[in-house]
């Protein structure tokens, strides 16, 4: 029964791991409060931060994060009354808390180079650092 419950306790501990997070929370204090007026600024910020957190593809598919179509780009604030988009509203609630969610924003991509359904879609959630700049803190696909 003991080790029963040892391999139950690692196997949960395993998925728990595993589970998408990001590795570090903006802080509060360093961003930039923005609004849905910024969104020409976050587009053209892309430019940069996609290639910075996608590359370019995968040995088999090299290229096929080169281009890329926005679905989404908004403050995760406006998201609120989208089933979709109000999802991750909610895991950056749960990742970084209320007041860093409020500040960042939900930029979901389609990447029609990519071989089916699950690597055509990304999703990465911004805030804009008053030192830096625009930088993605979590990606989720």
Known sequence: ????????????????????QPKNCPVLSELEVTS??????????????IPKTYGTGLDD???????????TAKPFINTVGNKVEE????????????????KSWLVRLDFPKAPGADLAQGQIFLAKSKEIGWFVWFRYH
């Open 61 to 71: 598919f090299p290229y096929m994060y080169t281009k890329w179509n926005v679905v």
């Open 36 to 49: 849905l007026q910024d969104k020409k600024e976050v587009i053209e910020a892309l430019n940069t931060l």
């Open 87 to 102: 999802g991750y509203f909610g895991m950056a609630k749960t990742f970084c808390g209320k007041e860093i969610a409020e």
């Open 1 to 20: 029964m003991y080790a029963l419950i040892l391999i139950i306790s690692m196997l949960t501990l395993v998925s728990f791991e595993s589970y998408a």
